[in-house]
Each structure stands twice: as structure tokens, then as C-alpha cells.
């Protein structure tokens, strides 16, 4: 191993999707860190689809060992592609960074100083700035619900068990790429094939689920690019997006009945925002004269999720109900 493989504290892997018009922002964001402790690791999964191949010529042309560029011989999809990434992390610490996103320049600095002061954590959530296309500040709809459903904390919080599921799935206000995980917990559990879009939170669940807790903080540690071009954003206006949702939302509140966790479970069953998601969609859709998929998607929103098995317990506190704060 050479002195520098073992300086590396802090795995940042992009999966791209060829040489798109903010992977360059997002890999500037990462050399431009306080700390040197860290690794990037491109994952590209558009070259076999025929995107622009220039990502890897441009990555290589840098000159720094800290950086690597693969391309995957076919294409992966989004979910395998996430897994590939988490898969090649040797490092302690594992992001998997979006690649339009960037990182603040303390982000890596900040990161370690938390996974030391919270060391049972499975989890870290350091929170996002968000902004637009242009990399100008933002605030929609979405984030602003983000905001205004999140647990909030001063400075930090160790988090987990029922009381966090519950709040994820009332409405998922964690950003992904502001997600630093123990490397050994994301290969313990992975992405389950078959999501793309709520792949996200049926880790996060599955984590907690097995007793793991997260770390919130007030901070932000990421900048996160909201625009349209988005995959959440794309699938959203196809309707494809909730249809994922429901399903997963009714696998998962069978399963949290199971465990004991009610409110987790009564969450997941109506999954609130995921409706009224849909519904912000409506005038957008009926604007353009899609009829026929305005209905679809009121649809869905009004779909109820079914009850599923309960299991008699106390409504109270559930494992990691508790909050522990630094």
C-alpha cells in the first residue's frame, strides 16, 4: 500500500453518465477541499450507451493520483451503477456524490471531525445548499417541504430507530449526496435491485431497521443541484416515479408492522408528500393538454396502500428513539 492509499480517509465516487454538463463543477469541488484525506472515483455508465467519451480524457489529463476514471464496459443502469461505486470504497468513510452536485470546500475536514466525535453512527447526513441550473441559490416547492418536515438540530445530533424511519418516510428530506456512510455498513446492506428512485431511502430503512443511526447536521456540507434534467425530476413528469413509490411504500409498511415500529408504519401507508407530489404535478400535465396523464397520476395519488398485518405494541418509544447530541 502507498503512503498515499493509506492517507485516504474519505471515498468520493461519481456515477456519471458521460461528460455532462456539471460533472466538471462536481470534480473541481472535490479538489478544491481543505483536507487532502480523500479519493475520487468517476464510475462512468454512459460511454457504453454512446454519450460524449471526453470525461475520461479530461479526468486523466488533470494529473492527480487522487483521482481515477472507469468506464463500465456496458451499461449498468442507475441502481447497479450505485452499487459498483460502493463496492470499489476502501476508505472508512464512503460518498457517493451526484455528478451535478458539488461539495463545499470543508466538506471532507468536517466529515472526519464527525465520524470521531460520533463513532456508532452509521451514518452521516450533512445537509445541502440548494441551487439551480446555473449554480445560483434556490429554494422550490420541494426543498422548502424538505425543510419544513426534516428533524431539526443544533450543530449535530445522533439520531435512529422508529423515530427517524417515521419521519423519512413522511417525507424523504435527506439529500443523498450529502450522505457519508461507514463503509462496512453500505456493503452490508446495499442497493436492492429494482430501485432507482427510492433506492435512497430503502437503504437508509434497512440501516436503521438492523439498529444502525445517523448523524444529523445543521451545517450544510453540499451544494445540491436542483433543475430539470434531473432523474427524479424526469421520471416525476412520466409518472414512472410514484409508480416505484407505491410499491415500495406498500413492501415497507407491511414490514415495519412487523417490526413494531406503528408510526413508522402508519407513515409509509400514506406516504403524505409522495401524494401531494403528484398532485403539484396535475397543473403542469393539464396545462400541456395531457389529459390522460393527469388521470393516471390523481390516480395514484388518491391509491390507498393497504393496511398490512399489525403487530400489538405500545405506541411509544421504539430502539434509538432517543436523540444523542455533541
Known amino acids: 500500500m502507498s503512503d498515499y492509499s493509506a492517507a485516504v480517509l474519505v471515498d468520493v465516487l461519481v456515477p456519471a453518465f458521460g461528460d455532462g454538463g456539471h460533472v466538471r463543477e462536481t470534480v473541481h469541488s472535490v479538489l478544491a477541499q481543505t483536507d487532502p484525506s480523500w479519493r475520487l472515483t468517476v464510475v462512468d455508465d454512459g460511454v457504453a450507451a454512446g454519450r460524449d467519451p471526453g470525461l475520461g480524457p479530461w479526468l486523466t489529463g488533470l494529473d492527480d493520483e487522487r483521482v481515477r476514471y472507469l468506464a463500465n464496459p456496458q451499461r449498468l443502469g442507475i441502481n447497479r451503477n450505485f452499487q459498483r461505486c460502493a463496492e470499489l470504497a476502501t476508505a472508512e468513510l464512503v460518498v457517493i456524490l451526484g455528478s451535478d452536485d458539488r461539495l463545499l470546500p470543508d466538506f471532507v475536514a468536517r466529515v472526519l471531525q464527525l465520524a470521531t466525535a460520533y463513532p456508532a453512527a452509521a451514518f452521516l447526513h450533512t445537509g445541502a445548499r440548494i441551487v439551480d441550473a446555473e449554480g445560483r441559490p434556490a429554494a422550490p416547492l420541494v426543498d422548502r417541504v424538505k425543510a419544513r418536515t426534516s428533524i431539526r438540530v443544533r450543530d449535530s445530533a445522533e439520531v435512529g430507530g422508529e423515530r427517524l424511519a417515521a419521519s423519512l418516510l413522511r417525507g424523504n428530506w435527506m439529500y443523498f449526496p450529502s450522505v457519508v456512510f461507514r463503509r462496512d455498513v453500505l456493503l452490508r446492506h446495499g442497493f436492492r435491485p429494482g430501485y432507482d428512485i427510492v433506492l435512497d431511502l430503502d437503504l437508509y430503512l434497512r440501516i436503521l431497521r438492523a439498529g444502525g443511526s445517523a448523524v444529523l447536521v445543521e451545517r450544510p456540507g453540499i451544494e445540491y443541484r436542483r433543475h430539470a434534467g434531473s432523474l427524479s425530476s424526469a421520471r416525476a413528469d412520466d409518472g414512472s416515479r410514484f409508480a416505484e413509490e407505491r410499491a415500495f411504500f406498500t413492501e415497507v409498511a407491511v414490514e415495519l408492522a412487523a417490526l413494531g415500529w406503528p408510526k413508522a408504519a402508519r407513515a409509509a401507508r400514506w406516504h403524505l408528500t409522495s401524494r401531494l407530489h403528484v398532485l403539484c404535478k396535475l397543473p403542469g400535465l393539464l396545462a400541456a393538454g395531457d ?27 421504539g430502539p434509538g428513539e432517543g436523540v444523542r447530541t455533541r
Open 291 to 317: 389529459l390522460s396523464g393527469a388521470l393516471t397520476m390523481l390516480r395514484g395519488a388518491l391509491r390507498s396502500v393497504p393496511a398490512g398485518p399489525w403487530v400489538a405494541v405500545t405506541d411509544g418509544s
